[in-house]
């Protein structure tokens, strides 16, 4: 049986939202640099203010956190940190 793709709503610093993927616990994004290879992080406690599992794009440096309801559950959104 196939994985089920969900799209979820990424935020930006400067306000404007994309579409990534959602798969399990997963997210896949590409940031805003417009780097090819998309970013991959695990699902993040929302609530979770230290200690928060952060992905940095590799050729610009920004930060962005995988938010769900709970640590490593279905992601409901990302944001960009820095």
Not at 1 to 18: K, N, W
Not at 43 to 49: E, H, I, K, L
């Amino acid at each position: 049986m196939p994985q089920v793709q969900v799209e979820i709503t990424i935020t930006y610093l400067d306000g404007h939202q994309a579409v990534a993927a959602s798969t399990g616990n997963n997210a896949a994004w590409l940031c805003i640099c417009h780097r090819p290879v998309p970013l991959l992080g695990y699902s993040d406690d929302a609530q979770r203010t230290t200690s928060a599992a952060v992905v940095e794009c590799p050729k610009c440096k920004r930060k962005y956190r995988v938010l769900a309801p709970g640590a490593r559950k279905v992601p409901t959104s990302i944001v960009e940190l820095q």
